[in-house]
């Protein structure tokens, strides 16, 4: 829906950096060994997250590591990610996935899990063998290399193993989708730039990367933002391999940095979206004549400089024959004949996405648009389930700007996810290509005097870098969720009213996810999370 409009404003501010929740239940210190590190990622209460860090001390190459350990009673593991793991009572088994089974001396490696119940430190922890603090594959002679640092040098590269030379840490393909928007504006007042998704541990947990946005000014594909995208340098502190860029490299950018991300995660998938809120308009011309278009996108996305960058392209278009920004009267087949061109342009193997409206009304912006008839050209259709409500309506009534479900009193019929997905599937649309939508942001409003949905309110609450909107890393601790409805979660605090997901309701929603058949989940956008990722850490966990 209105999600784009954020697009546009969240161009300045500061970013709020928050340290990583990580609790270690041991140090991997002992040098010439083979360490294993459990740390808490989040923990709501009736749930947690776990991170498990292998790292290989020694000064030789480890084929293969085995974790054996003990929960205490009252917690247990319900999903893991990136090991296989086995249970006999309480005592659990981590192996290894095959293509994460090399550890280069100095490297480390990890992998994840949901548990039930508080988080409790494992017990009686080996690995390979011997103590989990300092035990498994043992040297004679220290290592050559340091283990990797969290912060790299600022004015050299680091002297540990590169990290392109260490094992996939994203499982391949074949599972459910997760998929994130970047946004190019995120590197000048957000602070948020593509070495994040490494180190919040988010690359780990994504599929693949929708970044936004290409415009389409005059009916073709141009570039959003050239400073951004290929020609800012990087300093080293900020490199995602801590490689400062230098002045007469062919490309810079962010488009360089996701280059070396994907050899960090070479199963991760990059798309290049399109449109937006702020840029739709020129797919208005584009489909007068959806070949020229097509061409000049495939001109685009295919530019030596950067071809091998991206996997995919993304059309976001806000909104074929209805209004967004602008109203779009091209008719109802002129989504679907765009999709055929790009289809027909890209060929087969290219990935071709769309992130379509959300509205479930009768007579609404799906009715508007034959989506079905586009859904065979497509990988995968991305309904914008979230901005349904919010401070747009400056007056209220307060209602959360992404509900599941409808509830008593929902101030319009048709706008929550269930009545969207369930729409796309009765007009013919795959449950396999929908993915479902989470916004990794709040949307509130000020002068709020009922805590429950429904009250009236004066205008927008206060945001970092937008009235009315604001990152879920700000709102889970300036104010805390205090109910939900709909299948979302709301706030008070003091006359502000404010609603978004957290990692519990994120959870319903992966699972209404599964029971649906869904091919995964989407999320705008990666910088409204925290630093150690607990949002997508729960889509992860979720969807299993």
Request: charged residues 15%; glycine residues 14%; contains cysteine.
């Amino acid at each position: 829906m209105k999600r784009s409009l954020r697009r546009a404003l969240w161009a300045t501010g500061a970013v709020v950096a928050l340290a990583v929740a990580a609790v270690p239940v041991t140090t991997a210190s002992a040098a010439g060994s083979v360490t294993a590190t459990f740390a808490k990622v989040q923990d709501w209460g009736t749930g947690h997250e776990g991170r498990v860090t292998v790292t290989n001390g020694t000064s030789s190459t480890v084929n293969g590591w085995r974790i054996e350990f003990t929960l205490p009673s009252g917690t247990s593991i319900s999903s893991s990610w990136d090991a296989d793991i086995t249970r006999s009572g309480d005592r659990y088994v981590a192996v290894n996935k095959s293509w994460a089974a090399t550890l280069a001396p100095g490297a480390s490696f990890s992998w994840g899990y949901n548990g039930t119940g508080a988080y409790k430190a494992p017990v009686s922890c080996t690995i390979n063998g011997g103590t989990c603090t300092g035990g498994g594959t043992p040297t004679t002679t220290a290592p050559t290399t340091t283990p990797p640092t969290t912060t790299p040098p600022t004015t050299t590269p680091p002297t540990t193993t590169p990290p392109t030379t260490q094992p996939p840490t994203t499982p391949p393909p074949g599972g459910k989708k997760i998929v994130g928007y970047f946004a190019e504006w995120g590197v000048y007042g957000r602070n948020y730039h593509v070495k994040n998704i490494h180190t919040s541990g988010s690359a780990a947990k994504l599929t693949h990367i929708l970044y936004a946005f290409g415009n389409t000014t005059g009916g073709r594909c141009s570039i959003g933002d050239s400073y951004a995208d290929y020609e800012k340098a990087y300093t080293a502190a900020d490199s995602v391999d801590g490689v400062a860029d230098t002045w007469d490299q062919p490309l810079r950018g962010s488009f360089n940095q996701l280059r070396k991300l994907k050899k960090m995660y070479p199963n991760l998938k990059v798309l290049w979206s399109f449109g937006g809120w702020t840029w739709s308009g020129g797919f208005t011309q584009a489909a007068q004549n959806p070949a020229a278009f097509a061409d000049s996108c495939y001109s685009l996305v295919k530019d030596p400089r950067w071809a091998d960058v991206f996997d995919g392209i993304d059309i976001d278009w806000e909104y074929p024959n209805a209004c967004g920004l602008q109203c779009d009267n091209s008719g109802p087949n002129a989504f679907k004949n765009v999709i055929s061109a790009l289809r027909s342009k890209f060929g087969g193997s290219f990935l071709v996405t769309a992130a379509i409206t959300a509205d479930g009304s009768n007579g609404g912006k799906i009715d508007a648009t034959d989506y079905a008839g586009a859904a065979n050209n497509l990988n995968w259709l991305m309904p914008m389930t979230y901005d349904y409500f919010g401070a747009f309506n400056a007056q209220g009534p307060t209602a959360p700007h992404s509900p599941l479900y409808s509830y008593p009193g929902i101030p319009q019929q048709g706008f929550w996810s269930d009545a969207a997905i369930q729409k796309l599937k009765s007009k013919g649309v795959p449950s396999s290509k929908l993915l479902l939508g989470v916004g990794f942001y709040g949307r509130g409003w000020t002068g709020v005097t009922q805590s429950a949905p429904g009250g009236s309110a004066t205008g927008a609450a206060p945001g970092t870098y937008e009235a009315g909107i604001e990152d879920y890393k700000v709102l889970k601790n300036s104010c805390p969720a205090t109910g939900t409805v709909g299948g979302t979660a709301y706030a008070k605090c003091g006359s502000n009213w404010w609603s978004y997901d957290t990692p519990s309701t994120i959870g319903g929603k992966m699972s209404y996810a599964n029971s649906q058949g869904l091919g995964g989940a989407f999320f705008w956008e990666l910088s409204g999370d925290t630093s150690n990722g607990e949002l997508i850490g729960a889509i992860k966990g979720g969807l299993g």
